[in-house]
């Protein structure tokens, strides 16, 4: 970040703009000094680390779980939000997000009414669980499932036919109860 902001700090010496504006558009970083009109004045590629797969499900725990890559996603410290999360739930259900309908709301650190659970046809379903809020038995220790918040979904179906995964964000703002 400190680069970014040296590099800025040149650009913005050397030329008469009124400011610069970023843009991530897919690997690339993409600076546009704000003049009469906007002009394009560098495009830096992202060096692909790789460190995403690596990383991909490191200090998941649960009972009775663990992570698989193929039926659950990481996306923590990728700059995807819980709404991204929401909607590869809602797109590994194999149904389009209308087809479900809100069956539960939680209330989000400001006290705003959040949908937390969506039922759709066949059984299918995508959640949002804060597991030390909603999944903690008498005994006061995590029930079965990853301790970790997350967006839960199951496909429609029966039996070993319905996929159920899960998609871990950096935050997740409200949970069932």
């Known amino acids: 970040m400190k680069k970014l902001n040296d590099l800025t700090s040149k650009i913005l010496s050397k030329f008469k703009f009124k400011g610069l504006e970023f843009k991530l558009e897919g690997k690339y970083i993409l600076i546009y000094g704000i003049f009469n009109p906007k ?11 790789g460190a995403r797969e690596v990383r991909a499900g490191k200090g998941l725990i649960g ?11 990481d996306l923590r410290g990728s700059g995807k939000t819980y709404r991204d999360g ?4 809602f797109n590994r ?10 069956t539960k709301w939680g209330k989000d650190i400001n006290g705003k009414s959040v949908p937390v659970e969506w039922e759709g046809p066949g059984g299918a379903g995508v959640n949002m669980d804060i597991p030390e809020w909603n999944n903690v038995k008498t005994n006061g220790t ?3 499932g990853p301790h970790q918040p997350h967006i839960g979904y199951q496909t429609p179906g029966k039996g070993a036919n319905r996929i159920r995964g899960h998609i871990f964000t ?3 703002p409200a949970t069932r109860r």
């Open 39 to 49: 002009k394009l004045i560098a495009k830096l590629k992202i060096k692909d680390t």
């Open 63 to 73: 009972n009775n779980w663990k992570f698989n890559p193929s039926k659950d996603v």
């Open 86 to 89: 929401l909607d590869e739930a």
């Open 93 to 102: 259900t194999g149904l389009s997000r209308d087809q479900f309908e809100v």
């Open 142 to 144: 995590l029930g079965e």
């Open 170 to 172: 950096d935050d997740v």
